[in-house]
């Protein structure tokens, strides 16, 4: 990357991802396929993509810190 027009926007990537996390969803995987789709139509040219997202305490029948989803694709 050379100049700033080489980045992604990130003010546009946190709004997009406070969007997405104002719909509810019972899946952290459906969340991360929202963040996704909303990414590449962002993004034009997307040629990478990498999101985890973490749930502290997750209600399971088990003592766990937390549970993590990682979404990685390469286009």
């Not at 990357?1 to 926007?9: A, K, P, Y």
């Amino acid at each position: 990357m050379q100049t700033i027009h080489d980045t992604i926007d990130y003010s546009n990537l946190l709004n997009t991802i406070k969007r997405v996390f104002s719909n509810r969803e019972d899946l952290l995987e459906t969340i991360a396929q929202n963040v996704e789709q909303e990414c590449l139509i962002l993004f034009k040219g997307l040629k990478y993509f990498y999101f985890s997202i973490q749930k502290f305490n997750p209600a399971l029948n088990a003592k766990v810190q937390s549970s993590e989803v990682i979404l990685e694709k390469t286009y």
